[in-house]
């Protein structure tokens, strides 16, 4: 990986860090076409039947996507970095609610295999170093359980970046920067853009075998909630799928 630094780093960091707009973003994502309408119905269907399963939420945010493995039968435990994100989610879900402040860059609090599944939504792009994180991912996952991931699609970032005039380098490991506005609120986010084969080098290297690369669309219902969005969304991929077995 390239060296980067030290001010892109510490972007990159506070580009994970959700507090200061939780609530905005939590709203966006309730009912937003790429959320509601695309990436977490697909997420949903390649987990499939989750009846009786122990799933692992990395990065859960304010719990949309643990309430829905919940209600499909899945006893489901949540992590997220933001603090304000986890007391969303609370509210969601319940005192009940298995639900913890971790930082998905440092060592999970679980033994070894101790989940079937683990699903993280739209979460890997906001780490510098893959390495560590998917490692931990592995060892809670017992043997010939999932990983089942959402990422930014590093080629629809790269087109968006040339149609836009700029001429950044698919191949480079580079944080990127973006402004993103929700409900009102306009906050600056940060992640990394990889290309395709450091992300499956980064998936064989931590141990799990690539079982499917996704590009879903988003759920017809979309198309008349969003009549100007949905064609392009149905005919460009935004996001990234991965199904990895811990073999």
Known sequence: MPSVPE?????????????????????????????????????????????????????????????????????????????????????????????????????LPFPDGAFDDVVSSLVLHYLRDWGPTLAELRRVLRTGGRLIASVCHPLAEYCVARLAGRRPDYFATAVVTEEWSMSGQVAPVTYWHRPLHAMTDAFTAAGFRVSVIGEPQPVPAARELFPDEFPLLATAPSFLFFVLRAD
């Open 7 to 107: 001010e892109d780093s510490q972007a990159a960091r506070r580009g994970y860090d959700y507090d200061s707009f939780a609530e905005a973003y939590s709203a966006e994502n309730e009912t937003s076409l790429l959320n509601a309408y695309y990436e977490r119905p697909a997420t949903l269907e390649l987990a499939g039947d989750v009846r009786g399963r122990r799933i692992l939420d990395a990065g859960c945010g304010s719990g949309p996507l643990f309430q829905a493995l919940r209600e499909r039968g899945a006893a489901v435990t949540g992590v997220d970095a933001s603090p304000r994100m986890l007391e969303l989610a609370r509210r969601r879900l319940g005192a009940e609610a298995d639900l913890r402040v971790v930082d998905l860059a440092d060592p």
